[in-house]
């Protein structure tokens, strides 16, 4: 039997940046390729390249850092298949492990283990016809649902999703401001000024370290 492989981009030990675990120390494994090009992507050298690693090797890298807590990012996971092997192991080897995806790509056989933090893209990624909202289903208390906020356009079509959908009954939903368009600052206000059900986050990472690759 051939050893299931992935296409790696970097395996790195930083501070989680985003969502409910925001500044707990993480290992990251963040996987090549993604089938959408959003127009605030802050990872596109992620978009090809890598290193092809078997799962035990994947699995031994992470060894290395005594660190329980797993997020596997890309690019976009899903697009490989094998990621949902590479999910049960991590689990099954006793991480806590979140996935972050883009919500274009089925999340119906993820392992319930895993948190699943997914982004509904807005009309400003300019990759929102690639929303598959079937997802929405399958999310639960224990998941996140991630819009990434351009501008106000952005914000009244977030808002009437929400209205429309109501996904803050299922999960934590977050607002981020796309860097640099998006004032954080005019973001909370409508936020408040709405009394939207959600959650405002900022990109740790890139406070403290900028846009350093690898964070």
């Not at 930083?14 to 992507?41: A, K, N």
């Not at 699995?59 to 990621?83: F, K, N």
């Not at 209205?163 to 299922?170: E, I, N, S």
Request: one cysteine or more; glycine letters at 6%; aromatic letters at 6%.
């Amino acid at each position: 039997m051939t050893d299931r492989r992935l296409r790696v981009t970097e395996i790195f030990y930083s501070l989680q940046g985003e969502g409910l675990s925001t500044g707990e120390p993480t290992v990251f494994i963040r996987l090549t390729g993604c089938p959408l090009r959003c127009g605030y992507c802050d990872t596109t050298y992620a978009f090809q390249g890598g290193e092809w690693m078997t799962l035990e090797r994947i699995l031994e890298r992470l060894s290395a850092h005594d660190c329980p807590l797993v997020c596997v990012t890309g690019g976009e996971p899903l697009a490989q298949p094998d990621t949902l092997v590479l999910l049960e192991r991590l689990c099954d080897a006793g991480y806590h492990v979140s996935l972050e995806t883009s919500g274009a790509l089925d999340i119906a056989q993820v392992d319930p283990r895993v948190v699943k933090v997914v982004d509904v893209k807005t009309p400003g990624s300019g990759e929102d016809q690639r929303n598959r909202l079937e997802n929405l289903d399958h999310l639960t208390k224990r998941d996140q649902l991630k819009f990434v906020i351009c501008d106000q356009e952005d914000y009244r079509w977030a808002r009437r999703l929400l209205d429309t959908y109501q996904p803050h009954h299922r999960c934590t939903v977050l607002f981020s401001p796309a860097a640099p368009q998006m004032n954080p600052t005019r973001l909370a206000e409508w936020i408040l000024k709405d009394q939207l059900p959600v959650r405002l986050q900022l990109q740790l990472h890139k406070l403290i370290w900028g846009e350093e690759p690898g964070r």
